[in-house]
């Protein structure tokens, strides 16, 4: 195995990215990126983060992670952003700071436009988007085999700004908001899919604030088979990636007959 592939991944579409990209490249392991992920990429030849743009810049346990993880100086290392809107903000340069705390480059970026998983998209832009994604992956891992160095600059006017506001968002205590409604049936996928362990069943119910880690993925809310999970702090649409099922993001094994959707 010559490349690894840590995903972080709320609603699946970083996961389908994450794949297809390893698909192409032939070599690849796929990691989740959560809160039990060793951080250990020694004896890698090229090293991929994979996440979701979250408040115009990386999810804050992704950045928490590129900073601990061990990785050889001489290896190829990417990032590969997917994001709702129409540019990734300044995630590259939240990835290329917090590389820099160990002394490395950040060798390329390569962007891919998804379907938004908080603001419903109208259904054409969002079937676009994912008839799009194969062959951009397939771009990707082909640069990523040819050891290419795109870079994609935020605008520089702005960064600071968006540096700051990042920052402050990563500050806030994002599991406030969660409620869980009648609905619920007790099934426990809400804390199985939660990539900071953040979720605990309390009678048959969740509740959250175990690990105060929570980094506002959505996959709680998104994967609740009966929609009993609401959000105060903005209107949620509910979406997941059609070809992802949840067992797929479980961040730890479980049993099959919770696992159809
Ligand atoms: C808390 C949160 C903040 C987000 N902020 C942005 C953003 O600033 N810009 C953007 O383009 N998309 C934003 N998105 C959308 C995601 O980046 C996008 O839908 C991504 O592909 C989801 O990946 P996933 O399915 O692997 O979780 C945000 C999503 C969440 C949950
Ligand atoms: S996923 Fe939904 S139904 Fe299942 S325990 Fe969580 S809130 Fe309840
Ligand atoms: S509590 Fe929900 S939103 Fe927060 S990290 Fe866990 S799954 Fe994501």
């Not at 698909?23 to 951080?39: F, H, I, N, Y």
């Not at 939240?94 to 390569?110: I, K, M, S, Y």
């Not at 806030?172 to 049936?185: L, Q, S, Y």
């Amino acid at each position: 195995m010559t490349t690894m592939l840590y995903c972080f991944t709320g609603t699946g579409n970083c996961l389908v990215v994450a794949r297809n990209i390893a698909a192409g490249l032939g070599d690849a392991r796929v990691v989740r990126l959560c809160a039990q992920t060793s951080p250990d990429a020694s004896g890698c030849d090229a090293i991929g983060f994979v996440a979701p743009v979250y408040h115009q810049g990386l999810p804050g346990m992704v950045a928490t992670f590129i900073e601990s993880v061990q990785l050889d100086a001489d290896a190829y290392v990417f990032a590969v952003a997917t994001y709702g809107d129409d540019n990734p903000g300044v995630f590259f340069d939240n990835v290329a700071d917090a590389l820099r705390t160990h002394g490395v480059a950040l060798d390329a970026c390569f962007g891919v436009p998804m379907p938004h998983n908080v603001h419903a998209m109208r259904a054409a832009e969002r079937d676009r988007r994912l008839a799009a994604e194969p062959a951009r992956s397939q771009q990707i891992a082909d640069a990523v085999a040819a050891r290419e160095r795109p870079h994609l600059a935020a605008n520089r006017l702005i960064a600071p700004l968006l540096k700051w506001t990042w920052r402050l968002a990563n500050g806030e205590v994002a599991d406030k908001g969660f409620t869980v409604d009648d609905g619920c049936i007790g099934c426990d996928i809400c804390a199985y899919v939660c990539p900071a362990d953040n979720i605990a069943m309390v009678d048959g119910r969740p509740q959250w604030a175990l690990s105060g880690g929570c980094q506002e993925c959505l996959a709680c809310l998104q994967w609740c088979p009966r929609d009993a999970i609401h959000y105060d702090r903005k209107h949620v649409g509910r979406y997941h990636h059609p070809q992802v099922k949840v067992h797929d993001v479980f961040v730890r094994p479980r049993v099959a007959a919770v696992h159809a959707r």
